[in-house]
C-alpha cells in the first residue's frame, strides 16, 4: 500500500519538482513518508 501512495505521489509531483515549488514538493514528500 505504501509503495503504491509512494508511486503514485512521484507521479502527482514529479513535474512540480522542476519548477519553482521544489522546496513545497519536498516539505510535502518528508511530511507524507513520516
Known amino acids: 500500500?505504501?509503495?503504491?501512495?509512494?508511486?503514485e505521489f512521484n507521479?502527482?509531483?514529479t513535474p512540480l519538482v522542476q519548477g519553482k515549488d521544489n522546496q513545497l514538493v519536498?516539505?510535502?514528500r518528508a511530511a507524507a513518508t513520516a
Open 26 to 28: 519536498h516539505r510535502l
Open 11 to 13: 507521479f502527482t509531483l
Open 1 to 7: 500500500a505504501d509503495t503504491y501512495k509512494d508511486i
